[in-house]
């Protein structure tokens, strides 16, 4: 099982981002997906998480109104539309999926979170805001 992040990249403060995340050797039905980040010297910080549903989603505080988690479990695939970006969401950004085979449930993936209890974690991507 692998979860593939891409989409990161320089952008100036104010800029938007959008961030896939693919997964790849089972279906991710049933499974938590979500976002992580961590700056550097930081720990891991909880970003976003939408319920194997994606009817029901969860950001942390930093990002609320600016980021938004969707996912298309057709294609294995969740998002991370990032608008109105600042020079602290400057990181190195992680998908992660927690099975929840609850429809609205956000599973084990939120604040204080850390990446052993998540069932998988993929490899990152870069995101640099300049101001």
């Known amino acids: 099982v692998q979860l593939q992040a891409s989409g990161g990249g320089l952008v100036q403060a104010g800029g938007s981002l959008r961030l896939s995340c693919a997964a790849s050797?089972?279906?991710?039905?049933?499974?938590?997906m979500g976002w992580f980040r961590q700056a550097p010297g930081k720990d891991h910080e909880f970003v976003a998480a939408?319920?194997?549903?994606?009817?029901?989603?969860f950001y942390g505080d930093s990002v609320k109104g600016r980021f938004a988690i969707s996912r298309n479990n057709a294609k294995n695939t969740v998002y991370l539309q990032m608008d109105r970006l600042k020079p602290e969401d400057t990181a190195v950004y992680y998908c992660?999926?927690?099975?929840?085979?609850?429809?609205?449930?956000?599973?084990?993936?939120?604040?204080?979170?850390?990446?052993?209890?998540?069932?998988?974690w993929g490899q990152g991507t870069q995101v640099t805001v300049s101001s």
């Open positions: 050797g089972r279906p991710f039905i049933n499974y938590v």
């Open positions: 939408a319920s194997w549903s994606g009817n029901s989603t």
């Open positions: 992660a999926a927690d099975y929840d085979p609850v429809p609205s449930s956000p599973g084990r993936l939120g604040v204080g979170t850390s990446k052993d209890e998540c069932d998988y």
